[in-house]
């Protein structure tokens, strides 16, 4: 054991207490009781600060290479250390090539290797007629697959239809368990915007909720009727309706799980100001009914976790000025700030700290396949760790983001919880703004590629 970091109030099991976690060249090996220290060791002692399992956020759009000027593995990479992610994966797109093909996973491991302050892992693609790629993507190291039901808004990755579906099902099926996750909205519900595009109510009102439910009601069927042999995820969740036909299939005994988002857990619809673009994503923002609903669904276990879906672009595409919410780029930019913003709203509504770690490290590790390596302070585990102030707080500078971009909707809001300091397999790689040493993230593959 050359590390012990031990504090009063350690995430672990659950549950939130005094522990000493031994650390052995970036493992951990041990987590003992507050005075149990081995006899040569650098102990470091948190304090008063929460340690939290570092997390894993399985949703983030890097965009390199192709579009590195939209956000780039260094830029992201970085803004995970400062927000408390120690593990990102990256999503198939917005890179070009988007990550289709092996050859296109050989180009994001070029284009990431070196650079990166946390570890990354990939998913990899799945676009109409790409069924013959997908068992060596996974063998050169995808962690799963992601589709759309809707269209994607760049031009390489192509939405999938039931008939396209059917014809990739066969193929994930012989991948052992890697899961699909898919962008839940069906096209048939989807409208073009009429009205004031200028109002946030009126872009909302072309992606009706029953495009969601519509979407994951669909993914249900397929998921019984391939006998549950691929793991289906939907990502984020933003309206109520589509947790009726999730609840079902998970009834069903399916293995059908699913997240949501900081900013579905924060903003809503009627909060938007006129022409603010940097609010707009897909499905769009939603009413306090559906983000008290996202809230009890997480409380309950119907949704399984909370991830970033950092999709930033460069501002000239969000169109600010002009304040058009119908043309503007969708997406909105958090990594850094997806802890604090779910912790804010977490702590209002009295939930606690194991609850956050079980949303935004356990179980997205588990999604990810790394459980057992990350999401977990637990013997085995890597010694990602994040030392966690979870009373002091901050108004959100988007001048302090490390993202490539600083436009953000949570800009001059006030959060609560501020990282501290980053630990990734037992060395600090973020301490209170400064990021020490050389970027030492891997890349999380199935094998070196
Ligand atoms: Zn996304």
Redesign the pocket.
């Known amino acids: 054991v050359n590390l012990v970091v031990r504090g009063r109030r350690v995430v672990h099991e659950d549950r939130v207490g005094p522990a000493a976690i031994h650390v052995d060249r970036g493992r951990i090996v041990r987590v003992a009781a507050f005075d149990d220290l081995p006899h040569r060791a650098e102990v470091f002692d948190a304090g008063d600060l929460v340690v939290l399992p570092g997390l894993v956020d399985t949703?983030v759009?890097v965009d390199e290479p192709g579009r590195a000027d939209w956000e780039g593995f260094a830029s992201a990479t970085r803004a995970a250390a400062a927000g408390g992610i120690t593990t990102i994966v990256d999503?198939p797109l917005n890179s070009i090539p988007a990550t289709t093909t092996p050859a296109a996973l050989g180009a994001k491991c070029r284009a990431a290797g070196g650079q990166c302050t946390v570890d990354v892992g990939f998913w990899g693609g799945v676009v109409p007629g790409n069924e013959g790629e997908l068992g060596a993507l996974r063998r050169d190291g995808v962690l799963g697959f992601k589709c759309f039901l809707a269209p994607s808004g760049v031009p390489e990755f192509e939405a999938v239809d039931e008939a396209a579906l059917r014809r990739a099902l066969p193929a994930l099926a012989r991948l052992g368990g890697a899961p699909l996750l898919a962008?839940a909205e069906l096209p048939a519900a989807l409208r073009t915007p009429h009205g004031d595009s200028r109002s946030y109510r009126d872009y909302a009102a072309s992606r009706p909720p029953a495009a969601e439910r519509d979407a994951v009601a669909l993914l249900a069927r397929l998921c019984a009727e391939f006998d549950g042999r691929v793991p289906i995820h939907i990502?984020?969740v933003a309206a109520a309706a589509a947790l009726e036909p999730l609840a079902a299939a998970r009834a069903a005994g399916l293995p059908f799980t699913a997240e949501t988002c900081p900013h579905y857990l924060t903003f809503t619809t009627d909060e938007v100001p006129d022409g603010a673009t940097e609010f707009k994503c897909a499905p769009p923002l939603r009413t306090d009914q559906d983000r008290d609903a996202l809230w009890q669904a997480l409380a309950r276990g119907a949704l399984d976790l909370v991830a970033s879906?950092h999709?930033p672009s460069p501002p000239g595409l969000k169109l600010r000025e002009r304040g058009d919410l119908f043309a503007a780029w969708g997406?909105i930019a958090s990594l850094q700030l997806s802890l604090a913003a779910t912790w804010t709203e977490a702590d209002r509504r009295r939930r606690g700290l194991a609850a956050v770690a079980r949303w935004m490290a356990t179980a997205p590790a588990r999604l990810a396949g790394l459980a057992g390596r990350k999401g977990e302070i637990a013997p085995g585990c890597d010694a990602d760790l994040v030392l966690f102030d979870p009373d002091a707080t901050f108004t959100v500078d988007p001048r302090r983001l490390e993202h490539r971009h600083p436009v953000t909707p949570y800009a001059g809001r006030t959060l609560r919880g501020v990282v501290r300091r980053t630990y990734l397999r037992g060395e600090v790689v973020y301490d209170g703004g400064a990021f020490p040493g050389t970027p030492s993230g891997r890349l999380l593959l199935g094998r070196d590629c």
């Open positions: 949703h759009h999503m962008h990502v984020h879906d999709s997406g």
